[in-house]
DNA sequence: GGCGTATTTGGCCAAATGGCCATATACTGC
DNA sequence: GCAGTATATGGCCATTTGGCCAAATACGCC
């Protein structure tokens, strides 16, 4: 395993995940899988604009796609995204002391 | 506490990790507080350049800053970003999966 | 005060970002 | 095949980013 540069390929994952847009998908698909769609009322941008983050999500490995019909489906792949919310958050409250 | 639109707040946060040269200096600052001459030398870039992910990073509430004489320290003051670590890792591994 | 060292700030610039619109593709149903 | 709906892609553009250099500031020492 390539253990130099690491941090550059981390960094490519948290920028993938430092946008107010993606980070309102991401907390949506915790709670279970969703439409592109759903996503895209959500966010309340172009339907073009969620699927340009959902593509970047998914090229990432943080998102995973499926196909059902007419419809396609997102669905998180790595939960543990979720612990930047609580150390986000951490991080607010230690500015505003 | 304004709880609405905590996801743009949360993102400028993940968007002050998301740089290869700022987790060198939150990887490092973890293992303990150290000058900007030194994490000069361990990034690689100009002694400008980081002084200004420096000035960054406190300006979010990540690190905090103390001089000494001639020298400023830096050290965390949030060291459960270092979480993002093992998370962004396990991305990795799924993404080559 | 003046010199040397450490750090910060300002100016500049090429590259990346994130939004929208228009268009293309994928699928369903008739 | 054609029409309608859902999603993806390409083009465009204003803004942000992250680097370097030069200059400014802060401090210790003589």
Redesign the interface.
């Known amino acids: 395993m390539s253990k130099c540069n ?6 490519r ?3 993938a ?4 847009s ?3 998908i991401v ?1 949506r698909l915790s709670r279970g899988e969703c439409t592109v769609g759903d996503l895209t009322e959500l966010v309340g941008s172009d339907a073009s604009t969620v699927s340009k983050h959902l593509a970047l999500l998914r090229a ?3 998102v995973e796609d499926r196909r059902a019909g007419n419809l396609v489906y997102y669905r998180l ?2 939960p ?2 979720c ?10 409250e ?4």
Chains 1, 2 share one sequence.
């Open positions: 690491g941090f550059a390929k981390q960094a994952v948290l920028k995940l430092a946008n107010e993606r980070l309102i907390d990432h490995g943080i792949l790595t543990c995204v612990k930047f919310f609580s150390c986000a958050t951490q991080v607010l230690e500015r505003s002391r």
